[in-house]
């Protein structure tokens, strides 16, 4: 069984003082949470101060990048290991924002996750078609070649801790939520592809989020799909009482 993921992408939000009392917040809402993970990502600044709120809390704390190189002459980056010395359990890469925003290539994201591998940290790799490549028939083919250039060279044993979260950059802060059979359709081909790439063990075991536009009104539904195994939230994990819901979704019978 493959244990649900909701994670918060605060994204470029909330100062030192926000994030404290946010995490307070969910710290406090959040009970009975046993069977699923929670996860939030605030600001590089605001990290330290939010593990000391959520530690002895069923909270994870994730960074929103990081930088393939351990330490030197890389102004202005963070290395794994140096999120994991700040609190952080994951790390999120390849987010369509840093692709689109910053030029991230499969190849550069693919060198972040094998340095990421080399701590304890886990990574939560991001994949996801552009409205355009959706609408010219291409995002089979996109998807393909993110996931095996994401994950290029790495060993079935390897992915044993990747997650990895299909978020179509047309439902990104959108409202545009892909429905519910897109994005099983989607998930199922992923989760094929991770069988040819590796094998059917980590097919079954790698869990795979969906991201884009997911609020408490639509999570149920996402999560009654058979290969959505989480989310991926930004807008609504701002608001401590819709991230609250999110994490409190309850599959449709
Ligand atoms: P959204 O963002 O929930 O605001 O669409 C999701 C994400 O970018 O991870």
Redesign the pocket.
Known sequence: MRKPIIAG?W?LNNTITESRELSTQLVTGLKNTEDREIIIAPIYTALSAVAEVIKDSPVQLAAQNCYPETKGAFTGEISPEFLQDAGCQYVILG???RRQLMGETDHFINQKLFKVLETRLKPIL?IGETLQERENGQMLEVLSAQIKGGLANLTAAEMATVVI?Y?PVW????GKTASADQAEEAHAFIRRLLQDLFNPQVADQTRILY?????PNNVDELMTQADIDGA??????LNAEDFIRIVQFEPLS
């Open positions: 992408n994204k987010h369509s924002e991001c979260a978020e439902a990104i802060g959108t991201g884009g536009s997911v609020k991926l939230v930004g807008g609504a994990s």
